[in-house]
């Protein structure tokens, strides 16, 4: 809420509490009011001061009433930190040497080794990654877009595979960090978002296998990002687009999303959230503007999937002089 729409929302409250408890016109209300807040005098001046004041003790009265029960408590905890302190300041020492141990070494031994990772450690209070039922769609189109040196999508070498006839599954698993601590201090009133999980899936009896396996093998290169989006058809016949810009291939023996009945995961990845804002095409002309840190966009889309295979190579800009390249 602005400044301007707080003021505005006190002075009808003052307004209504004139007319009610004064028995003041509408029209009496708002001019003193309005008097007020410009620094005049008029004859109903005392009585919007008389309210505005009453307005005020009515809301810090309950702060004072929980502060004046919350005051025997901070008492008590006061004097028990008073008393621990000079506990701990007559204790005697009771730390002995240890020779056969560095001064610096924990008698507890190092941490504990995750089971994926023998030589790495685990920190003592590890954060738990929480994910939440999948959701799925029957992609009629799946496009790869990679990136280039500079960190832009290559537009020009985005690859579309079609699945008109049979189609494939895309599943998306959200998320969610949930801090370790909670089992001491209580649920904190939202989890921070991990990343998600995505994962390409297909029926068993898949009449097409090669079709599959070259759209995995598009989602596994390794050393370049990439990009996908896909197309699906929703109950109600209208085309869902969903694009994840920053795909990051993972392993199909790492925690994978779970298939549908009858179905198999033949390509994994993480959804990464973008470092930036982005401009995406569609086929159609249209432009997406995909804000930063986004990690899964989706929308209702009007335009026909692309079609297989790689885009209309794009005409270079004229120099300022010579002819037009020719494109070979």
């Known amino acids: 809420m602005t400044p301007e729409q707080a003021s505005a929302r006190a002075a009808l409250l003052l307004v209504r509490r004139l007319i009610s408890r004064h028995g003041l016109t509408y029209e009496d209300a708002v001019t003193a009011v309005t008097q007020r807040r410009r620094g005049e005098d008029g004859p109903h001046t005392h009585l919007v001061l008389a309210e505005a004041t009453a307005v005020l003790r009515e809301a810090i009265e309950p702060i004072r009433t929980f502060a004046a029960a919350l005051r025997p408590a901070a008492e008590a905890a006061a004097r028990a930190m008073t008393t621990l302190t000079a506990a701990l300041r007559t204790a005697p020492a009771t730390t002995q040497a240890h020779p056969d141990r560095p001064a ?25 990654i929480v994910s939440h039922p999948p959701s799925y769609s029957r992609c009629l189109a799946v ?11 290559d537009h020009d070498q985005a690859l579309t595979y079609r699945f008109d006839e049979d189609p494939v599954m895309l599943g998306y698993v959200y998320r969610t960090y949930e801090p370790a601590i909670h089992e001491s201090t209580g649920p904190l009133p939202y989890a921070p978002a991990a990343t998600g999980l995505v994962a390409f899936s297909a029926p068993h009896s898949h ?42 291939h993972v392993d199909l023996d790492q925690p994978e999303v779970p298939a549908p009945p009858g179905h198999h995961v033949f390509a994994l990845g993480e959804a990464i959230a ?3 804002a982005q401009q995406w095409p569609q086929p159609g002309g249209r432009i997406y503007h995909v804000e930063w840190a986004t990690s899964l966009f989706q929308s209702i889309d009007t335009n026909a999937p692309p079609r297989v295979g790689f885009p209309a190579p794009t005409v270079p800009p004229a120099p300022l002089y010579g002819p037009r390249p020719r494109l070979n």
């Open 104 to 128: 610096w070494a924990t008698p507890y031994g190092p941490r504990p080794a995750t089971a994926d990772r023998p030589g790495k450690t685990q920190p003592v209070f590890a954060d738990e």
């Open 274 to 276: 973008t470092r930036t």
């Open 207 to 248: 009449p097409d296998p090669p079709a599959l396996s070259r759209l995995a093998q598009g989602l596994r290169r390794r050393g370049i990002w990439l990009a996908v989006d896909t197309w699906s058809t929703t109950p109600g016949g209208e085309t869902l687009y969903t694009l994840v810009p920053q795909w990051k």
């Open 143 to 153: 496009r790869i877009t990679p990136y280039d040196e500079g960190g832009e999508p």
